[in-house]
């Protein structure tokens, strides 16, 4: 059964760092895409990063370029999330997911999702 399991959200100021982490199990984590995504309160989960599995080639929404960066451990089945520079409208839960490319989006491509990990930064 796969698992998605998010972790290392919390509570930090404006400014601040985190690094999120998400396990996975029953994924083909070697030649899966991975991504994360977000979901703030009233709004629409949206994507904020990827990474490939052939090349580790990295891929950003804009709201969060040059703040945040994803990384892959292949060997642990763990994606990361790095998070610099945070700002109050990065509040939100974050989830991860296996991702392909759909003409210019990253779209999720497992139909189940893990718990997500809060996210909150304070002004």
């Known amino acids: 059964q796969v698992q998605l399991v998010e972790s290392g959200g919390g509570l930090v100021q404006a400014g601040g760092s985190l690094r999120l982490s998400c396990k996975t199990s029953?994924?083909?984590?070697?030649?899966?895409?991975m991504g994360w995504y977000r979901q703030a309160p009233g709004k629409e989960r949206e994507f904020v990063a990827a990474?490939?599995?052939?090349?580790?080639?990295?891929y950003y929404s804009d709201s969060v370029k040059g703040r945040f960066t994803i990384s892959r451990d292949n060997a642990e089945s763990v994606v990361y999330l790095h998070m610099n520079s945070l700002k109050p409208e990065d509040t939100a839960v974050y989830y991860c997911?296996?991702?392909?490319?759909?003409?210019?989006?990253?779209?999720?491509?497992?139909?189940?999702w893990g718990q997500g990990t809060q996210v909150t930064v304070s002004t």
């Open positions: 990474t490939s599995w052939s090349d580790s080639s990295t």
């Open positions: 997911n296996a991702v392909r490319r759909e003409s210019s989006v990253w779209a999720p491509q497992l139909t189940s």
């Open positions: 029953d994924v083909d984590f070697r030649h899966s895409n």
